[in-house]
């Protein structure tokens, strides 16, 4: 009995040491399927983490992209806005300053309701009548050329080669903005005793007299002051109609004949007039200048008014003032150079003479 007791005790413990075993090797197994599963979610996490990481770190790269797209386009529109506006306000105080003249003129003029007595058809007409008495001097004359139904002043050269030359066109010092409409230069506009237009309507009536023929003369000045000039002699424009078309006939001076220039495409002759707002440069949809394509001639040229043709060599009416050896004068001539260089220009003037009369004097 006592061994049989013994014997059933030693079967209980090892079977409670077989059952702490089992539970043992059972808890170590649970651990690791835990550890397991743990690992395994937390590389699912962090590959969540580096997947938002990721995104979050595009979207800010793409919206930072964005935003400095957007305050670049902002600045080039307030940049386009100020230029225009400057523009704007530059034009405003040209015109302010032309009426504010025209009122001084008015009240100190105590007869400006007289009668107006022209003094003739044109400068060369006057030259040649008042001349024969005592020399004309230069100075602003009341002219209406033959046909003209109205009268206007014209600022009139008789000292240079001659005399008789009726002036179209002259720059000094950029004082008068020659950025204009195609109205203003259809009518004219400046000071005939500074800087001006006379106009295409007033140069028209005075080419265009019957039996008449005029010569163009272009008087440039340098920077270093010499001095050059081109001469056309069956100088024309047509009429409104056909946008004032330019001709020119045989070149002879100094100054090399920039007008028809080095290349066909480039020539000015029988060329329209264009202004900004009125386009006839045959730059459709655009062509090419100095290795930059242009849409139109006159807002490469700072808005000035020429007879463009694929932009040409010449243009007297860019926008200009003293450049004091800064590179800024708008007037070319592009023939006319110096050691390869085109010529800074400083000062030039376009003036009219008869060289055929209507009869014989």
């Known amino acids: 009995m006592v061994g049989t007791a013994a014997a059933g005790e030693t079967l209980k413990n090892v079977t409670s040491s077989v059952k702490t075993k ?15 599963v743990c690992r395994e979610m937390s590389l699912v996490m962090r590959e969540k983490k580096l997947n938002m990481c990721r995104n979050l770190q595009n979207s800010l790269i793409t919206y930072a992209r964005s935003t400095k797209k957007m305050l670049r386009n902002m600045m080039e529109e307030h940049q386009k806005s100020l230029e ?34 022209t003094h003739g058809f044109d400068c060369s007409d006057i030259k040649d009548n008042l001349g024969t008495l005592s020399k004309a001097p230069s100075g602003v004359y009341i002219i209406q050329p033959e046909g003209a139904k109205v009268s206007f002043e014209a600022f009139c050269d008789m000292d240079y080669r001659g005399g008789g030359w009726t002036v179209i066109q002259r720059r000094i010092d950029g004082t008068i903005d020659f950025r204009r409409t195609w109205l203003e230069y259809t009518e004219g506009f400046g000071e005939l005793t500074g800087e001006f237009w006379l106009g295409l309507q007033k140069t028209f009536c005075i080419l265009n007299q019957k039996n008449t023929s005029f010569m163009l003369n272009i008087a440039l000045e340098a920077e270093d002051g010499s001095l050059a000039h081109a001469n056309y002699d069956n100088f024309w424009i047509e009429d409104e109609k056909t946008a004032f078309i330019m001709h020119v006939g045989q070149y002879f001076g100094t100054a090399g004949d920039a007008i028809r220039g080095f290349r ?10 264009s202004t900004f707002d009125m386009d006839n440069d045959k730059c459709y949809p655009s062509c090419f200048f100095r290795g930059n394509r242009v849409s139109s001639c006159s807002q490469y040229h700072n808005r000035s008014g020429w007879w463009f043709s694929h932009c040409g060599l010449a243009n007297l009416n860019g926008y200009h003032r003293v450049t004091r050896g800064v590179d800024v004068s708008g007037i070319h001539w592009g023939t006319w150079r110096e050691n390869n260089s085109a010529v800074k220009i400083k000062s030039a003037s376009m003036k009219i003479r008869r060289t055929q009369y209507p009869f014989l004097k």
């Not at 066909?264 to 007039?273: D, T």
């Open 22 to 36: 089992s539970k043992s090797t059972s808890l170590e197994s649970r651990e690791q399927q835990c550890s397991q």
């Open 84 to 117: 225009y506006l400057s523009s704007q306000v530059s034009e405003l105080t040209n015109k302010v300053l032309l009426l504010n003249a025209e009122v001084m003129k008015k009240h100190t003029d105590p007869f400006n309701h007289r009668p107006i007595q």
């Open 264 to 273: 066909k495409e480039n020539s000015q002759n029988a060329m329209p007039f």
